[in-house]
Antibody
């Protein structure tokens, strides 16, 4: 069955960096777009970024453009989100999801940006 | 960027009643690429509907989606106790993809 497991969240100071990972299993990873979506505490869902199966199509929300970098390693069935210049308003649970319309979701990893 | 507006913000209904949730886009959504996701407290969201009207695998037929262009609707024909949750629409027709603010369906 499809499984998506995020990791790498934690507490980081403003201006710091963090790299999130998403380990995928149960499907042909390179066949699918992958997406990062986040949810600030008590708030709604915010689309963050997506990447095509072989990484040739990528886009970002304006709120993270220039600070976050999405990537993937199809040999390792893994998705990544490099987050730099973190701000307090980046505090959220970060979900990885399969596909542009998020057919499957991981359980999320919490990122807290605070001094 | 396409902005999605959902109404109402909160819908208070009883089990067995019909729920009608609206999602309006600021401009036409390409190919009616609208999805609906359900989220229960403390859980990750779950896909219900994609392509405006196609049910995801394993989703009961009391959930249905309709609409085109800028106006989309999620209908739950008869609310079951497990359906009380927050529902988000999402457009994936043009990047950046966006979500609506959500509609909370709670027990009256």
């Amino acid at each position: 069955q499809v499984q998506l497991v995020e990791s790498g969240g934690g507490l980081v100071k403003p201006g710091g960096s963090l790299r999130l990972s998403c380990a995928a299993s149960g499907f042909a990873f390179s066949d699918y777009y992958m997406t990062w979506i986040r949810q600030a505490p008590g708030k709604g869902l915010e689309w963050v970024s997506y990447i095509s199966g072989y990484g040739n199509t990528i886009d970002y929300a304006d709120s993270v453009k220039g600070r976050f970098t999405i990537s993937r390693d199809n040999a390792k069935n893994s998705l990544y989100l490099q987050m730099d210049s973190l701000r307090a308003d980046d505090t959220a649970v970060y979900y990885c999801a399969r596909g542009r319309w998020a057919v499957y979701w991981g359980l999320g990893t919490l990122v807290t940006v605070s001094s | 960027e396409i902005v999605l507006t959902q109404s109402p913000g909160t819908l208070s209904l009883s089990p067995g009643e019909r729920a009608t949730l609206s999602c309006r886009a600021s401009q036409s959504v390409s190919s009616d690429y609208v999805a609906w996701h359900q989220q229960k407290p403390g859980q990750a969201p779950k896909l219900l509907i994609y392509g405006a009207s196609s049910r995801a695998t394993g989703i009961p037929d009391r959930f249905s989606g309709s609409g085109s262009g800028t106006d989309f609707t999620l209908t739950i024909s008869r609310l079951e106790p497990e359906d009380f949750a927050v529902y988000y629409c999402q457009q994936y027709g043009s990047s950046p993809f966006t979500f609506g603010p959500g509609t909370k369906v709670d027990i009256k």
